[in-house]
């Protein structure tokens, strides 16, 4: 069974900085496309960070120049490098696994608040 597992959440003060992780228990970890959303309170999921198989990354416009998607294959984990926090960065953030003509996989998500 594929399990996605975040961790690194927490309460952090505008201006400050988080890691996020996400360790993935894919056979083929290298042929996925890796992502990171996220969800507020009353608002939709929304895209943060993906990372390409190949490495290449892409980002919302809302966090581009403050964070940064990295992955290390080798660990099967994808990380996400948060830096300049807003309050408005408050949501629970979802690890997400997909490749082209297999099913997606999502984490269970894991809360950011940020906050004085």
């Known amino acids: 069974q594929v399990q996605l597992v975040e961790s690194g959440g927490g309460l952090v003060q505008p201006g400050g900085s988080l890691r996020l992780s996400c360790a993935a228990s894919?056979?083929?970890?290298?042929?996925?496309?890796m992502g990171w959303y996220r969800q507020a309170p009353g608002k939709q999921r929304e895209l943060v960070a993906t990372?390409?198989?190949?490495?290449?990354?892409n980002y919302a416009d809302s966090v581009k120049g403050r964070f940064t998607i990295s992955r290390d294959n080798a660990k099967k984990t994808v990380y996400l490098q948060m830096a300049s926090l807003k309050p408005e960065d408050t949501a629970v953030y979802y690890c997400?696994?997909?490749?082209?003509?297999?099913?997606?996989?999502w984490g269970q998500g894991t809360q950011v608040t940020v906050s004085s």
């Open positions: 997400n696994a997909d490749r082209v003509y297999y099913r997606a996989y």
């Open positions: 894919l056979s083929i970890f290298g042929d996925y496309n």
């Open positions: 990372i390409t198989s190949r490495g290449i990354a």
